[in-house]
């Protein structure tokens, strides 16, 4: 490509220079009787004269232009930076394709929409937390309120009660989840890698929960493989807790759950509810529910599988889903082999 665009530039020169003595010929046959090499050497010294004033024109004209141009970009720069500052980031530099400060230009335009959408993700956040906040706050207050009725009999004192303790207990979680999250992606949380046995980890955690899964009658089946892993063992136990969880709270009555271990890829799958194609590609952000209404009555508050994933991502791995509504859903948890389970 290089080589073209010389060969252009000297095609380019030749051409300009070939009208230049064509027209110093035809001024010095105009005014001037010369002999052969006379108006030879002559019509060279005046071709060249000729394009020395051409192009001497036109780089001034264009350093002119250009002046102009880079003038021109720098308003337009100050005025979107300023913009930005003022933290107004649906703004963009216009700007010609060639034209000076090009790459500066883009770059601006690019943090523009990256500050936008961060600034998008934060008022859902504030917004989505607010909400979260909010909701069990006014179950403690009202039922506070009812509990002050000297005549309120016993067992509706204690079912009320019992309703305050639960919200207060909810807002707890996500207070601890909201801190685990920030931690996470701030680094904060020094991973404390260790050797340990996963089958063993993934045993431990189903038996924690079997109340839970025995409660509403779930066949809980388990194939794993003996595997040894290197990971934080407190923050992978959190993985598999906050899986666990969701495979029963959306499995119905006399449904099942499975967990298998094959190499370092752990599969938790289950009968129940499933979820629709469109809340697949949400349910690792943050506060999203797939059914508020239900996820609510059963204390979710949308943070578990973001924990999920960011643990898994810390740790080199990745998590995946796979459902169909009715059908039931399938976590996939891979992370890194050790060497010497290769």
């Known amino acids: ?42 019509t060279g010294i005046l071709a060249l004269l000729i394009l020395f004033v051409v ?12 002046r102009h141009r880079t003038r021109d970009i720098h308003e337009r720069l100050t005025h979107v930076m300023n913009e930005i500052s003022n933290g107004n980031f649906n703004v963009a530099v216009d700007y010609d394709k060639n034209a000076p400060h090009q790459e500066m230009a883009e770059a601006i335009n690019d943090m523009a929409k ?5 600034e998008t993700m ?22 506070a309120k009812l509990l002050k009725d000297e005549n309120l009999a016993h067992g509706q004192r204690r ?5 305050i303790e639960a919200e207060s207990k909810r ?32 045993e431990a955690v189903a038996l924690t929960l079997e109340p839970q899964w025995s409660a509403k009658n779930i066949n809980f089946e388990a194939d794993m493989q003996k595997m040894t892993v290197n990971g934080d063992a407190d923050l992978l136990s959190q993985v598999w807790i906050n899986l666990l969880n969701n495979a029963i709270k959306f499995t119905p009555e006399g449904g099942s759950i499975t967990i298998t271990l094959k190499g370092s890829v752990v599969t938790i799958s289950d009968t129940g509810i499933g979820i629709l194609d469109e809340d697949k590609i949400h349910i690792f ?27 898994a991502e ?23 082999m050790r060497e010497e389970n290769l």
């Open 159 to 163: 079912h009320y009660a019992e309703i």
């Open 55 to 66: 192009f001497g024109t036109l780089m001034t004209i264009t350093r002119h232009a250009n």
């Open 171 to 202: 807002m707890s979680g996500l207070s601890e989840n909201l801190l685990k999250l920030s931690s996470l992606d701030n680094n904060k949380i020094p991973l404390n890698k260790t050797d340990f046995r996963l089958d063993k980890q993934l």
């Open 314 to 336: 810390i740790h080199g791995g990745k998590v995946s889903v796979n459902s169909k509504p009715g059908k039931g859903t399938v976590f996939e948890v891979s992370l890194p």
């Open 122 to 143: 934060r008022q859902d956040f504030i917004s989505n937390v607010s909400h979260e906040i909010q909701s069990p706050l006014t179950s403690i207050g009202g039922f």
């Open 1 to 42: 490509m290089n080589v073209l665009k010389k060969l252009g530039g000297v095609l380019a020169f030749f051409t300009a220079y070939s009208f230049a003595v064509t027209a110093a010929y035809g001024l010095l046959s105009l005014f001037f009787e010369m002999s052969g090499v006379m108006i030879f050497i002559f």
């Open 285 to 311: 952000e943050r506060f999203y529910k797939v059914d508020k209404a239900r996820d609510r009555n059963l204390g979710g508050n949308g943070l578990g599988l973001s924990i999920v994933k960011k643990i």
């Open 114 to 118: 990256n500050l936008g959408t961060l």
